[in-house]
């Protein structure tokens, strides 16, 4: 098995009331779980994939073996994205940092951001991911459908907020919008600045 399901770096409980114990744990332990099962699955047979990390998987979809690229783009896209987002999610941590005066520059304001970051996860069809990226130096809200990841597209992402309805529904049933707002009250700002550094270089 070449892949492996990340611990948690806090407790099911530590982000309530925002996101509740029983969605993280399950969220974590049976969806992310599946993924990395199906994509371990996947490249069995092909032990030149097994070296590879997720994200070096999913960069460059068009050389993986056209038999198994569907389930890689979906189930290795759906662990890079997991295990990207739990680490970005924490209680207490304030905005600040170069990323928050590169939202300022690149949006106008903070609360501009959050708008706009807002109504990109709300418009989602279905299931997918709004994302703060790094293109070309630059800032960007983008969304994605599924699992996709924004480096198949050779963008960096920063900050990703999962819209799946399993990511949320057993506390705000069909209210999107009331587990994005929420989202906001559990950002780790210290991680997302780790990723703006890593991604402007």
Known sequence: MSYTLPELPYAYDALEPFIDARTMEIHHTKHHQAYVNNLNAA??????????GTEQLIRNLDVIPEAIRTVVRNHGGGHANHSFFWPILKKGVTPAGPVIEAITAAFGSFESFRERFSGAAGKVFGSGWAWLVVADGKLEIVSTPNQDNPV???????????????????????????????????????????HYAAAIG
Not at 43 to 52: N, S, T
Not at 176 to 192: G, K, T
């Open 152 to 194: 198949s597209e050779g963008r960096r992402p920063v900050l990703g907020l999962d819209v799946w309805e399993h990511a949320y529904y057993l506390l705000y049933q069909n209210r999107r919008p009331d587990y994005i707002a929420a989202f906001f009250n559990v950002i780790n700002w210290e991680r997302v600045n780790a």
């Open 43 to 52: 490249i069995k047979d092909y032990p030149q994939l097994e070296k590879l």
